[in-house]
């Protein structure tokens, strides 16, 4: 069936304009005035939107931590997205010690099965570089994965030593493969949280403690110089502030393959959220600074000094102790509240993928620090062109796949976990007033959300083959 959208303004990253859109076999195949086409269903967008539904490259779905697992699905945390206007996503597949590349993607790639309902690919994270595991990386690009995620911190757990990052960088600048770096200095974390916890320093503001901002700056700059070694495009994930950003502005100005990306959750709160009786739901990695780092961030996205805003998601119960009705259904699981009286033990991450649009645009766009243009390239466009998905992914353009988010510049609504459609039992925005929201998301032609009406099909997500060689923004 054929859809015609009609009336609306196109908002891409680098057009403003009006046109209608029609939509045959699952993409947009054609763009202009006075469209029209015998039997398509025609939808009215006028005073509206279009825009190209948002990518979010940072995702944690039913990701085992500590002893439970984060509390969104590939269906629920679909569900969530799809209302926040982001119809693909990248998740991250994590090899454990001692298995393949292989299996530890086979294991994701089970995940999304019979659930997923946007589209969706994977990373690989190494955390146990062996010959064999060498030599299997080229293999990915055959699964159509061409990215990497390495670990600086999580000692003993995810961390890799700099020979190890060394030379998979190597490897990847040689197979045009991007390498995403979570860029903390290990050692000098699991030294302070030791010592926070041996001098019964237990509170939570203890999680930004052990986490300083230099561990991060460190780290930031040894990933850079190691792609300026190696040649291999990085993109450092989850950059918090100021002097972080610079060591990425550092490499930028000299030419190097580096890009960075922030979440939203650092252009909203500070290490002060930390202190309220409920700030166990603020705890995540790195974690969050200050006020003039918030401020800091905006400028940094808006000039170009960042590409991309991913979010992190990775949401864990509040109080994991009593059920969450979900779609009817009841869901528990350990949460937050592992870490009552000890900062060490929160699982550390929150949710975000259905409030990363919503945020923006009501904070970035409508207050002036964003324009719609510079929205659509943070949120959708450079995700997919540094991913490997553009323009297939990331744009509204003839050939492109249909996913298309109708928004309603006027629409109003106040943010609450009692209606998000994440699965968690708590929304750090709770209370927040939105101004302009998705009023029909599309993926691939489909319709997932009207207004309040989900019609979303569990299964009907599609495995995203990227493609190496992409471009550096
Ligand atoms: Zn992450």
């Given at each position: 069936m054929s859809i015609l959208i009609k009336g609306g303004t196109i908002i891409t990253a680098a057009d403003t304009y009006a046109a209608d859109v029609l939509i045959e076999n699952e993409k947009i195949s054609q763009i202009g005035t006075d469209l029209a086409r015998e039997g398509a269903q025609v939808v009215d967008a006028g005073g509206k939107l279009l825009l190209p539904g948002g990518i979010d490259v940072h995702t944690h779905l039913s990701l085992p931590f500590f002893s439970t697992i984060s509390s969104d699905d590939f269906y629920t945390g679909h569900k969530a997205a799809a209302f926040g206007g982001t119809t693909s996503h990248i998740d991250f597949a994590t090899q454990r010690k001692g298995e393949t590349l292989k299996i530890a993607l086979d294991r994701w790639l089970k995940k999304a099965e019979g659930k997923a309902v946007i589209d969706h690919a994977v990373h690989m994270s190494i955390t146990d570089l062996r010959p064999d595991i060498l030599d299997e990386i080229p293999s990915m690009l055959d699964a159509g994965v061409t990215s990497i995620k390495l670990f600086m911190s999580y000692v003993n757990v995810y961390m890799l030593d700099d020979g190890d990052i060394f030379k998979i960088m190597e490897k990847a600048a040689e197979l045009g493969m991007v390498v995403l770096m979570h860029a903390e200095n290990g050692y000098v974390i699991d030294s302070l949280i030791k010592q926070n916890v041996a001098a019964g320093?237990?509170?939570?503001e203890f999680h930004a403690k052990s986490h300083p901002a230099w561990a991060e700056t460190e780290a930031t700059l040894r990933a850079v110089a190691l792609a300026g070694i190696t040649g291999a495009s990085l993109y450092v994930v989850h950059m918090t502030c100021e002097e972080v950003v610079d060591q990425l502005r550092y490499g930028r100005e000299r030419g190097l393959p580096v890009m960075g990306e922030t979440c939203p959750q650092y252009l909203f709160f500070t290490e002060d959220e930390l202190r309220r009786p409920d700030g166990a739901k603020w705890v995540f990695s790195p974690p969050l600074r200050t006020k003039k780092d918030n401020d800091y961030l905006w400028r940094a996205l808006a000039e170009g000094h960042l590409q991309s805003v991913g979010t992190d998601h990775c949401p864990f119960l509040f109080d994991g102790t009593k059920p969450l009705m979900y779609e009817g259904e009841p869901y528990q699981m350990p949460g937050k509240e592992m870490g009552a009286g000890d900062f060490s033990k929160i699982p550390n991450g929150t949710h975000g993928i259905e409030d990363r649009m919503l945020m923006l645009w009501s904070y970035g766009v409508r207050q002036g620090r964003l324009s719609p243009n510079r929205f659509v390239e943070v949120t959708a466009t450079n995700p997919a062109k540094i991913f490997g998905m553009y323009p297939k992914k990331g744009t509204i353009a003839?050939?492109?796949?249909?996913?298309i988010v109708i928004w309603d510049p006027e629409a109003t609504k106040t943010v609450s976990w009692k209606t998000h459609h994440s699965r968690t039992d708590f929304n750090i925005y709770e209370g927040t007033e939105l101004v302009g929201l998705p009023e029909k998301v599309y993926v691939r032609g489909t319709l997932l959300v009207d207004g309040e009406e989900w019609y979303g099909k569990p299964g009907s997500g599609r495995y995203l083959h990227r493609t190496p060689f992409a471009p550096i923004i």
């Open positions: 320093n237990l509170a939570t003839a050939g492109s796949d249909a996913d």
